[in-house]
């Protein structure tokens, strides 16, 4: 035998060889006698198994109940009234993710006397916090949950809630900005009907002015034809100004503090944003 310098030789003596046999017999064999016992007992369960599936389900709804109600209290949440009027009244709604010592309450209504509204305020004002609240709550409520708001808060029962937030450019797919927006609200358009809740975030964004606010506004009198509710943020002003005059639209903006230039992240219903 000829071996490499440098080379390690470990050198097992036969007494030693036949122990390490032993040794792996024996754990097979307790292996086997292991898996033949867990056989054996999980026979004793088989005449149980639809009593312990039955018990299975109940613990797990019992724990489901639970968890909600703890998570209830911990956004100190009420129970919404359900309306079959298509309205949404959410009064001191809370974004469920936002500590209760930063967040600021707003009030909505949307559905009586207006089903679009049309949020404008600057930049980092709280428009879209505002649009994930609303979806939010509504499919917390939907889903059974409390909400975190104020008593007498009522919404309706969406067949469907669609949004379109945020920025899902993409490079792989040949994506811009106004290209994936376009592409979302294209898939709400088609499946929408009068019983959804749409949510879009700077409509129109992403591409000419001119051109974006006229690609909006006939956006959002789509949806109102097709009787959507629907709450959308916006720079344009041409937007505002088209609530103003339009049956059926509603303008609101977010506070903006003049003297600390701060915003305030108040939601108020019914005044547009000064230019």
Not at 142 to 149: R, T
Not at 167 to 192: A, G, K, P, R, Y
């Amino acid at each position: 035998m000829f071996l490499q310098a440098g080379s390690t030789v470990f050198i097992e003596p036969m007494v030693i060889f036949d122990l390490n046999n032993e040794l792996h017999v024996l754990q097979s064999e307790e292996m086997l006698e292991i898996e033949r016992i867990l056989s054996h007992i999980s026979s004793l369960f088989a005449p149980y198994v639809n009593e312990l599936r039955e018990d299975y389900i109940t613990i797990g709804t019992i724990d489901f109940i639970f968890a909600k109600a703890k998570y209830a209290i911990s956004l100190d949440g009420v129970y919404p009234k359900i309306n079959d009027n298509k309205e949404i009244s959410l009064i001191g709604a809370r974004h469920p993710l936002i500590s209760n010592d930063r967040v600021v309450p707003i009030n909505i209504e949307l559905g009586k006397t207006f089903s679009s509204l049309i949020i404008t305020g600057p930049n980092t004002g709280g428009k879209t916090v505002t649009l994930k609240t609303v979806g939010l709550l509504c499919l917390m409520a939907c889903s059974g949950l409390f909400i975190p708001a104020k008593d007498e808060s009522s919404i309706c029962i969406f067949d469907s809630i669609y949004a379109d937030i945020g920025d899902e450019q993409s490079i792989m797919e040949s994506l811009s900005t106004f290209s994936s927006h376009m592409s979302n609200i294209v898939q709400i358009l088609s499946n929408c009907t009068d019983k959804s809740l749409v949510l879009l975030d700077e409509l129109g964004s992403g591409t000419d002015p001119v051109e974006g606010s006229s690609l909006a506004i006939s956006v959002l009198e789509t949806l109102k034809n097709k009787g959507c509710l629907t709450v959308s943020t916006s720079h344009y002003s041409e937007l505002k100004n088209y609530a103003l005059v339009s049956n059926g639209f509603e303008n609101a903006s977010v506070g903006f503090d003049l003297e600390t230039l701060k915003p305030t992240y108040k939601l108020l219903i019914g005044i547009p944003r000064k230019k």
